[in-house]
């Protein structure tokens, strides 16, 4: 095989590529070329293993800070989730708290807004420089379990005198307390008298309040009605069980307003003024039992307006 090659003057030169010392030459040189690349690779991959091999630590490094830091924020998110519930708890128990204050507050009768339970207990003091204590996600959280438990202790008690006051709130509402009336005077009182029927003395279980016809009478405790219609002597009467064995009776009514078995509050209207059964006019035959036996109203009557005076005629 012949190679003609050209000089730049246009002369040709004719080389023979079957010769035995070219063919050698051109051998020798894709041996060097191919030794070449050989070496050239093999070097390239030993620095890269050398690369991979420095760099392998820094990875190794990375990889656990990269970890570190994962576990840091499960950690953390796990004490937040921690911390809110117990928060919420802590919450709860403080708004069952202001309830219970402001019912106590309530039910002790104590003076609007003097323990006003929806503000900030006020504080104050001057300024002390102390160093800044930090406290462990640990630490904090022993303190909002031990605040919990005090919260709880707390609203246990509170829950236990809200009821003893509940208890003398119920109690005093049932004890019998002033007058069937809000007007009129006193025509009668409890014990011996001049009966206006037959002019002979006879015990009067009662005080009677006399008014105008029509006007309001009130129950003076709460409780159950026990009668309410017409009975000997009573007229239309209607008659209250307070309970602790107290009772009540309002007779000689022109209208009953309550039924049997119908719970009645204090001051609540139960009946209308009238003049019904053995009656020489408008009025209210109070009476007050305790354990079935007829007691002096007057102990359980205020003044409330009521112009305590006996008339020179009773009414019954």
């Not at 031990?146 to 509170?158: M, N, P, T, Y």
Request: contains cysteine.
């Amino acid at each position: 095989m012949n190679l003609i090659v050209f000089n730049r003057y246009g002369e040709a030169r004719q080389v023979n590529l079957g010769h035995p010392w070219l063919a050698g030459a051109l051998g020798t040189l894709a041996l060097s070329l191919c030794a070449g690349i050989f070496a050239a690779g093999y070097f390239t991959a030993d620095h890269m293993a050398a690369v991979r091999a420095a760099a392998d630590p820094v990875q190794v490094q990375l990889k656990a800070q990269s970890d570190e830091i994962a576990r840091t924020k499960r950690d953390a998110q796990a004490d937040i989730d921690a911390m809110s519930a117990k928060l919420a708890v802590l919450q709860a128990h403080i708004m069952r708290l202001d309830a219970m204050g402001a019912q106590l507050t309530s039910l002790a009768g104590l003076k609007h807004g003097e323990f006003d339970f929806s503000k900030e207990p006020a504080e104050g003091g001057p300024e002390v420089k102390t160093a800044l204590q930090h406290s462990s996600s640990q630490d904090f959280m022993g303190e909002l379990d031990q605040l919990s438990a005090q919260v709880q202790d707390r609203e246990q008690k509170l829950g236990v005198l809200e009821n003893l006051l509940l208890d003398r709130n119920v109690t005093l509402a049932a004890q019998p307390n002033g007058a069937p009336v809000a007007n009129g005077y006193v025509s009668s009182l409890f014990g011996m008298r001049v009966d206006p029927f037959t002019g002979e003395l006879s015990m009067h279980s009662g005080m009677d309040f006399a008014g105008t016809e029509g006007e309001s009478v009130q129950a003076v405790a709460a409780g159950v009605v026990t009668w309410a219609g017409d009975r000997s002597g009573y007229g239309n009467l209607v008659e209250i069980d307070h309970g602790n064995g107290y009772a009540t009776r309002y007779g000689h009514n022109e209208t009953i307003l309550v039924h049997v078995g119908q719970i009645v509050k204090k001051g609540e209207e139960i009946a209308l003024m009238g003049s019904t059964g053995r009656s020489t006019g408008p009025h209210v035959h109070f009476e007050v039992l305790y354990n079935g036996v007829a007691v002096n109203p007057a102990r359980f009557v205020k003044a409330n307006g009521i112009q305590m005076a006996v008339l020179s005629k009773s009414q019954d």
